[in-house]
């Protein structure tokens, strides 16, 4: 069964007795669909150049809650200071007590790339156990810091995220998580999840060995923080192997925690208890010595997503580009779909060099030495070829790639079959892609079954295939299209660079609209995401802008 179809199955009492908190979610996904304006995109001929890669937006959700549960200060580099997401989950923390400094926090907008530094120092007596619910319906991310939360407070008092556009998502696996590390955990009719260690002394203990339903991102973020501070050992096994949890592993690490096997599925954490239990944490890494984490300097991975989507663009518009820095073993299933499409990639020299997480008393080095430039060079426009593929939970394709490879087959020659496996609604861009010239339909597993009326309900079309039909040399047609998630949003815009640029009004109606450029609404989304996406598309010779005022439909 894959996640979707499970988490659908198994949906707890921890999404559905939550009414008030899926409007509130819905919001933070739909709310401000039009206040970001839109993109006009015109038909791209040609870019050339290198495209600066930001840090990981979800390795710094992930790094900032994870600096919850520290309790010296904690540096965090290459972060994209101006992503709404970041800068809502900053808010999270500082409405539990956390001291935030954020370098040129006002000098950057999502407009405008960056390379910013996060300053976070969450001192025990100053830390609350109940986030600002405004901060925390902001993004589903916040929810990740509910585990450093529990385990230093002792107790934790949190909305629930609910649902948002691409799919219901449930916490449920975080929740059994708390509770394998000694929580009691209740969901009230508000949908505020309420947890407090049992024991009287106010701490988590070791789960032992835990096994998780489906390796769940936030999940494997959340124990991997709580189960540090507890008193004891626990071993998560079919945890999520993302890079992300690497990354957030090899922080807490250079703190002073005992992560073993973060990167893969089976991950063993040593408990150090919270500062001043007297329990285990002998001062190693940046640990306090008397229990609890420290603190430590911490470079975040670069964004895979980012890249990833920055090598559609190149191979939809058939153009060489070089993207830096990567690090090029956590894009190798994106990178070799785009070999089967007949693109070839190469992987440059490392760039940096120096340690990228470092403790205060000893060095840690975590993915420096991999980070490299990578460039991609397709086969002149028209020769893509359409490829399958299955979204999966790393090291499979991404699912957070998945529109903008329907976009790459949507370019190809040839017909394709694309499984989401993750995420059971996430097809958005679908109508917008057809509106494109795009012919795509929804299949059942066998592949033939056509469903009528795909699109006049996401849901409808949870678990099922979508064969999308390339336009090849004929190319994609302009048209005015609206992301609703970050990732489409993303896969529009690289659509749009990919119209092929009419000689007339090719549509034959003698209404000019096919001429001009694809104007993609919905930037509230991709600000979420994707910092200075425009900007860093304008330094290599496209042709976007941003306007303020959404276009009528
Ligand atoms: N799930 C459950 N119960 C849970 C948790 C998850 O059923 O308690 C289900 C979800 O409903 C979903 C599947 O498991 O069907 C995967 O969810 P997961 O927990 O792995 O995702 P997440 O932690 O909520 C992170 C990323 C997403 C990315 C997914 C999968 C962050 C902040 N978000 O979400 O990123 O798609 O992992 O890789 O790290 C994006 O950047 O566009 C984005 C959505």
């Not at 009691?184 to 009287?200: F, H």
């Not at 998560?236 to 005992?258: F, Q």
């Not at 060099?353 to 980070?371: A, D, H, L, V």
């Not at 979420?528 to 425009?534: F, I, K, N, P, T």
Request: charge should be neutral; hydrophobic fraction near 40%.
């Amino acid at each position: 069964m894959t996640r979707a179809a499970s988490s659908r199955s198994a949906r707890s009492s921890a999404s559905s007795s939550s009414s008030s908190s899926s409007s509130s979610s819905s919001s933070s996904s739909h709310g401000a669909a039009d206040s970001g304006g839109y993109l006009a995109v015109s038909p791209c001929a040609s870019l050339r150049g290198v495209v600066p890669i930001a840090g990981a937006k979800n390795a710094v959700l992930a790094l900032l809650a994870g600096a919850l549960a520290c309790g010296d200060e904690v540096v965090l580099r290459d972060v994209p200071i101006g992503l709404a997401d970041v800068r809502a989950m900053i808010d999270v923390l500082r409405s539990v007590g956390a001291r935030v400094d954020v370098g040129g926090e006002d000098a950057n907008t999502a407009n405008t790339p960056s390379s910013g530094v996060v300053v976070v120092h969450a001192r025990a007596e100053d830390l609350r156990a109940s986030p600002s619910a405004d901060a925390v319906a902001k993004l589903r991310a916040s929810f990740f810091a509910a585990g450093p939360i529990l385990a230093r407070a002792g107790r934790v008092s949190m909305p629930l995220p609910g649902g948002c556009a691409i799919g219901a998502r449930p916490v449920d696996l975080h929740l059994d998580g708390f509770r394998a590390l000694g929580a009691v955990v209740e969901v009230t009719s508000r949908g505020v999840v309420e947890a407090r260690a049992i024991a009287r002394d106010g701490k988590l203990r070791g789960a032992g060995t835990h096994v998780m339903r489906f390796p769940s991102v936030g999940a494997t973020h959340a124990i991997v923080m709580a189960a540090s501070l507890a008193v004891g050992d626990t071993t998560i096994v079919n945890a999520a192997a993302e890079p992300e949890i690497e990354d957030l592993a090899a922080m807490l690490n250079a703190s002073g925690a005992k992560i073993r096997g973060a990167g893969t599925s089976v991950i063993t954490i040593e408990g150090v208890g919270v500062a001043g239990s007297g329990e285990k944490g002998d001062g190693g890494g940046g640990g306090t010595g008397r229990g609890g984490l420290g603190g430590c300097a911490h470079d975040a991975i670069p964004d895979r997503i980012e890249a990833g989507t920055m090598l559609v663009v190149a191979a939809c518009v058939g153009s060489t580009l070089t993207l830096s820095p990567v690090i090029p073993e956590h894009m190798t299933a994106t990178t070799a779909l785009l070999i089967d499409a007949g693109c070839s990639i190469d992987v440059g020299d490392e760039v940096g060099g120096e340690s990228k997480s470092k403790s205060k008393s000893n060095s840690n080095s975590n993915s420096t030495s991999r980070r490299r430039s990578m460039t991609i060079t397709p086969p002149p426009r028209g020769g893509l070829r359409a490829v399958d593929f299955t979204t999966a939970p790393y090291p499979g394709v991404p699912t957070d790639m998945q529109p903008q490879l329907c976009v790459l087959n949507a370019c190809a020659e040839g017909v394709a079959i694309v499984r989401e496996t993750v995420f059971e609604s996430r097809w958005s861009h679908v109508p917008e892609l057809r509106r494109m010239g795009v012919e795509c339909d929804f299949v059942d597993a066998d592949g033939d079954d056509a469903v009528a009326n795909a699109n006049a309900n996401a849901n409808a079309n949870a678990g099922r295939s979508l064969r999308i039909v390339g336009v090849g040399a004929r190319g994609l047609r302009r048209a005015d299209v609206r992301g609703s998630d970050l990732r489409a949003s993303a896969a529009l815009i690289v659509a749009g660079l990919a119209v092929m640029a009419p000689m007339g009004d090719g549509d034959g109606d003698g209404d000019g609209e096919a001429q001009g450029p694809t104007r993609v609404a919905g930037l509230a989304h991709l600000d979420r995401g994707y910092e200075g996406l425009d900007a860093k598309l304008r330094g290599v010779g496209a042709d976007v802008e941003r306007r303020p005022v959404p276009p009528r439909k």
